[in-house]
């Protein structure tokens, strides 16, 4: 068995190789302009920032429906248009939903995959970036198709069956699909860069490579659900392929694969919150063991919660009963037990040092135990659910887990990870703190406003109402656009960041990265794992000593040609980066 200096100077060996390859990669980079770099990327952080800023533009735009809907909501309960008309009313409700759903938070969400996973793999390497921005742009097209389909989107929302949309709807969500898996090909091919045969894979991008594996399977069927509307009688290009629209057919597939895609932003954030916790806990995690289990579990019942949508359809019993109660139940205890790693992990929150990332994760992690207390107890009732889908109550629940919890901790992400990706520090902490609070005010009052009409039986999907409920419909007016204030405040914030921030040293691989993956390689080795399965290991500095490398090869390959002179060169080479300065693990252990 190898030795721990001999493993770590093997781990040198393979982040110096990657490194080699990324200098090829800056090099390229170097050659285009700013305009080529957002076409086209090869970089890691840039490919990041590109999709982030994409996900903010459409966070203002589905933010300005989702304005139009409240404020009309809010002024008036007969309908009489004040804002927008009773049929444009629905068709914003459509382009809302995909736009915060596909354009804001998914593509944020490979945002954190593109930059998370080469910086905690050591590699710096995007696989297939031509991919990855070819499926970035096709996505953004697709995007846009559905939000050109006109008034006949607004059915999407209404109680009509079969759900009819435009044909340009159909169009753009196909081609969303496609897109979406090309991008899900560049993360999973990422992640197996840094795949090193017999070591363990970190926690954080098991995370990440099981949410992408699961939304690749999930979107089959939705793909498929799609295709069979476009080209049925609803489809409205006249093709009939299929002769009947088949609404039971649509419903099936298409929910088959909805419930799981919700889950694609919290699986994400669950990587990330576990690569980042470590940094404000100032220890690994209390069990990787355990949470790397839940990884298996978490697939399995998140794939298998979405016949509660289908409680009232003429499915098999046996799988309403096992589908809709018992796994939408089950899935409760995987997130339970995560949740309580990370208060365990984290202790006593008065000696934390508190900012603005630790509060956003924090909130994420509360709100998605107040959602799903909220949820449990009605989604799995068959007796309940059909009801409950149609009241205020249904998007109380799911504003809280999009909104509140995955958008919240993203923005946790962010501010944690940001200065990393941009290399200059958040410009005004107070603004920071300003967007936390704004946020969790305005959608804090938004979902209690909702839960409480929903339970009263604020009808969910129309456009005029009983006077009664009108006071919800104000309150959430004014949660809505005190929300939308704190994200102007953090989008002005981010722009003072990246043009006035103050700049922090940058190193090889970013220091976020490099402490998280000691915390967990210490962890791993507390618990009892071998050495030689450990992550690779990361130099303490972040500096990857490329010329070093580059300099024992050489000695190597001029040497007499005996074996160990070879290995003795390599070592030579390596001596600073093993030294007990850049051993974070070693440093951690004493």
Do not use: C
């Not at 649509?250 to 088959?256: D, E, I, M, N, S």
């Not at 009664?468 to 939308?484: D, N, R, T």
């Not at 009892?528 to 490329?546: F, N, S, T």
């Not at 490398?549 to 074996?563: L, Y």
Request: hydrophobic residues 50%; charged residues 15%; proline residues 4%.
């Amino acid at each position: 068995m190898a030795s721990v200096e001999e493993l770590k100077r093997q781990d040198m060996e393979r982040l110096a190789e990657w490194a080699m390859e990324y200098k090829r990669v800056q090099e390229r980079e170097a050659k285009r302009n700013v305009f080529l770099k957002v076409l086209y990327t090869e970089d890691y952080r840039f490919l990041s920032l590109k999709l982030a800023i994409a996900a903010l533009v459409w966070f203002f735009i589905g933010g300005a429906f989702a304005l139009m809907l409240r404020s009309q909501a809010g002024l008036a309960s007969t309908g009489i248009p004040m804002v927008v008309s009773p049929s444009y009313y629905f068709q914003a409700m459509t382009n809302h939903v995909m736009d915060m759903i596909f354009g804001m938070v998914f593509t944020f969400v490979f945002a954190l995959s593109f930059y998370m996973i080469p910086a905690l793999n050591g590699t710096r390497l995007v696989k297939w970036p031509k991919i990855a921005n070819a499926g970035f742009w096709l996505n953004n097209f697709a995007l846009l198709m559905m939000n050109l389909g006109g008034v006949q989107n607004q059915y999407l929302f209404t109680f009509l069956n079969p759900l009819k949309a435009s044909p340009t709807w159909y169009i753009g969500y196909g081609l969303m699909v496609v897109a979406e898996w090309m991008e899900i090909a560049s993360v999973l091919g990422t992640s197996f860069i840094g795949r090193v045969k017999g070591k363990l894979v970190p926690t954080a991008i098991g995370f990440i490579v099981m949410d992408m594996i699961m939304m690749a399977l999930a979107n089959v069927s939705v793909f498929i659900a799609d295709m069979w509307s476009l080209f049925s009688p609803i489809g409205g290009l006249g093709i009939n392929f299929f002769g009947v629209p088949n609404a039971e057919v649509w419903k099936g597939l298409f929910w088959f694969a909805d419930h799981p895609l919700v889950y694609f932003a919290p699986y994400a954030l669950s990587g990330a919150t576990v690569a980042l916790l470590p940094l404000y806990a100032r220890r690994p995690i209390y069990s990787y063991r355990f949470m790397r289990w839940l990884i298996p579990v978490l697939f399995v019942l998140g794939s298998s919660v979405y016949v509660h949508h289908l409680g009232d359809d003429p499915w098999p019993l046996v799988l309403r009963d096992i589908f809709a109660q018992t796994t939408t139940a089950l899935i409760a205890i995987p997130f339970a037990a995560f949740w309580l790693l990370f208060f365990i992990t984290l202790g006593d929150p008065r000696k934390l040092k508190w900012d603005t990332g630790l509060a956003f994760l924090y909130a994420a992690a509360i709100w998605n135990i107040i959602g799903g207390i909220q949820a449990e107890p009605t989604n799995p009732v068959q007796a309940v659910d059909p009801t409950i889908h149609n009241t205020a109550w249904i998007f109380s629940h799911f504003h809280i887990m999009l909104a509140l919890y995955s958008v919240g901790g993203v923005f946790g992400a962010v501010y944690a990870a940001g200065p990393y990706m941009f290399g200059r520090k958040w410009y005004s902490e107070k603004l920071s703190w300003l967007h936390f609070w704004g946020w969790q005010a305005g959608m804090g009052l938004f979902v209690t406003a909702s839960a409480i009409g929903g339970f009263y039986g604020l009808i969910r999907r129309e456009v005029a109402w009983a006077a009664f409920y009108e006071p919800y419909y104000q309150l959430l007016m004014i949660g809505g656009w005190v929300a939308g204030f704190s994200l102007i405040v953090f989008t002005f914030n981010l722009i003072l960041t990246l043009l006035y921030g103050e700049k922090i040293k940058e190193t090889d691989i970013p220091m976020w990265a490099v402490l998280s993956i000691a915390m967990e390689r210490y962890g791993l080795r507390r618990e009892g794992y071998k050495e030689e399965e450990l992550p690779v290991a990361l130099p303490a500095d972040g500096m990857i000593r490329v010329e070093e490398f580059i300099r024992a090869t050489e000695r190597a390959s001029s040497s007499s040609g005996v074996q160990a002179s070879g290995t003795q060169a390599k070592g030579e080479g390596f001596t600073k980066v093993t030294e007990s300065k850049a051993d974070a693990d070693l440093k951690i252990n004493k």
